[in-house]
T-cell receptor, first 113, second 115 residues
């Protein structure tokens, strides 16, 4: 079974631009969560989508948004990029039940100049 | 408040020796899950082991075992017979019952296996 895939793997943007990251979960998984990882703040939860609905949201500004499609693929969008948005963005998928493990993708490394 | 604490920023272990990575947590939830992930330099988070708060037995997965002490709120990872490929960052994570699928992560421990 294929793992979680994320595209693109690397991205360079400039301040003020917007960016869209994509995540394809493991087949059959309906929950997709997004995390931001930075050296200073560590791993922080952005949001979770389950069956096309946002089920949970972390403490990030409204510039960070996401959506999930009917095939469970998810996208994350960051508008008006700031230097501090430079990070590794990780996507994780699971079946959705609270006892299930989350499986992570390889991440997208975003650099904002 | 939910919090995970990993107090060892870096650890070294000799190849073939065992090593324990510490993790303590804080939550008011009665039901929660505890997880350990490995993150090599490539960035991908690799699931290692899971312990449920109501599980009476300590979890084991191959060379990984979780030393779960509920009263002390600790969930230490034990890696037996360390291998060079075990060199990576290790993260402890908790998923409380009432937060959907939101995981709380510790700051991680960098493990280096010495030949």
């Amino acid at each position: 079974k294929a793992g979680v895939t994320q595209t693109p793997r690397y991205l360079i943007k400039t301040r003020g631009q917007q960016v869209t990251l994509s995540c394809s979960p493991i087949s059959g998984h309906r929950s997709v969560s997004w995390y931001q990882q930075t050296p200073g703040q560590g791993l922080q939860f952005l949001f979770e989508y389950f069956s096309e609905t946002q089920r949970n949201k972390g403490n990030f500004p409204g510039r960070f948004s996401g959506r999930q499609f009917s095939n469970s693929r998810s996208e994350m969008n960051v508008s008006t990029l700031e230097l501090g948005d430079s990070a590794l963005y990780l996507c994780a998928s699971s079946l959705g039940d609270q006892k299930e493990t989350q499986y992570f993708g390889p991440g997208t490394r975003l650099l904002v100049l | 408040a939910q919090k995970i604490t990993q107090t060892q920023p870096g650890m070294f272990v000799q190849e073939k020796e065992a090593v324990t990575l510490d993790c303590t947590y804080d939550t008011s939830d009665q039901s929660y899950g505890l997880f350990w992930y490995k993150q090599p330099s490539s960035g991908e988070m690799i699931f290692l082991i899971y312990q449920g708060s109501y599980d009476e037995q300590n979890a084991t997965e191959g060379r990984y075992s979780l030393n779960f002490q509920k009263a002390r709120k600790s969930a230490n990872l034990v890696i037996s017979a360390s291998q060079l490929g075990d060199s990576a960052m290790y993260f402890c994570a908790m998923r409380p019952q009432n937060t959907g699928n939101q995981f709380y992560f510790g700051t991680g421990t960098s493990l280096t296996v010495i030949p």
